[in-house]
C-alpha cells in the first residue's frame, strides 16, 4: 500500500518507516501537520497513519479538512491520548482505526492488513448516487443493489465517469477513454447521443452535463 505517515517523535517515525517498509509498503513519511497538508495536495495515497499531536495542524484538524473536500482515504490514529471525545471525533470524520501509543509495530501491521483487505472492496464498488452503485472490478451498475443491462459502450461510460467522481470529463477525454477502440475520429454529438441514450435508462440521474465541455458524476453526501 502507499501510505502517508505523519509522526513527530523522529525515533518513532524513523522505526514505523524502516519496518512498514520492510513489510513491502510504500511509505512517506513526514513530521509536520503543515507538510502533511502539502504533500495531501499533490499525491493520493492508499492509506493514512496520523499521530494526533504533531506540530502546526494536528492529526484530527487535517481528516477534517479532508472530510470537508470529499476527500476519502482509509486513516489510523496513534496517540498517547485516551480522552473518550477524541477517539469519538476521530470515528466521526472516517478513522478506521485507532492505536494507543505505545504498540507493536506488528500490530500496527495487523491492522493495516485488515483494513487494505477491507478498503480492495471499497474501492471496487463506488456509489454514485443515492440508489445507484457501481462495481468497477465486475463492471456492473446497481440501482438499490440489482444489476442493471446496459451496452458495453454504457457500461464504459459509467466506469470512466465513476473513476472520475468530482471532476469534469471533457469529449476528449471520452473519445481517448471510451472510444478508444474506434478507428475514426468520434465526434461531440456521438458521444452526446450515447449519453443522452445512457440517461433515459437511469430511474436517478447522477450524471450532469456540462454544456460545451462533457459530463461528471458528482461525489454524493450520503
Known amino acids: 500500500m502507499k501510505i502517508l505517515l505523519l509522526e513527530d517523535d523522529i525515533l518513532l517515525n524513523e522505526s514505523i518507516t524502516k519496518y512498514l517498509s520492510t513489510m513491502g509498503h510504500a511509505i512517506t513519511s513526514v513530521r509536520d501537520g503543515n507538510e502533511c497538508l502539502s504533500i495531501l495536495e499533490k ?3 492508499d492509506l493514512l497513519v496520523f499521530d494526533i499531536n504533531v506540530p502546526n495542524i494536528d492529526g484530527l484538524s487535517i481528516l477534517e479538512i479532508l472530510h470537508k473536500q470529499k476527500k476519502v482515504t ?6 498517547t491520548l485516551i480522552d473518550i471525545e477524541d ?4 470515528f466521526d470524520l472516517g478513522c478506521y482505526d485507532y492505536l494507543k501509543k505505545p504498540f507493536h509495530l506488528k ?10 483487505k477491507t478498503a480492495t472492496k471499497i474501492m471496487c464498488h463506488k456509489r454514485l448516487s443515492s440508489s445507484y ?17 446496459l451496452s458495453k459502450r454504457q457500461l464504459k461510460v459509467i466506469e470512466f465517469l465513476t473513476h472520475n467522481r468530482g471532476f469534469v470529463c471533457s469529449y476528449d477525454m471520452f473519445r481517448e477513454s471510451v472510444w478508444d477502440d474506434c478507428d475514426g475520429f468520434v465526434d461531440d454529438a456521438t458521444i452526446r447521443t450515447e449519453v443522452n441514450r445512457l440517461k433515459t435508462h437511469l430511474k ?7 454544456r460545451g465541455i462533457g459530463y461528471t458524476i458528482k461525489i454524493p453526501t450520503l
Do not use: G
Not at 74 to 79: G, R
Not at 204 to 210: L, M, S
Open 43 to 45: 499525491e493520493k495515497f
Open 74 to 79: 482509509p486513516v489510523i490514529f496513534t496517540s
Open 87 to 90: 477517539i469519538s471525533r476521530a
Open 107 to 116: 500490530e500496527l501491521s495487523i491492522r493495516i492488513d485488515r483494513i487494505a
Open 133 to 149: 452503485s457501481f462495481n468497477c472490478e465486475t463492471m456492473t451498475l446497481y440501482f438499490h443493489d440489482e444489476p442493471q443491462i
Open 204 to 210: 436517478e440521474d447522477f450524471i450532469a452535463n456540462i
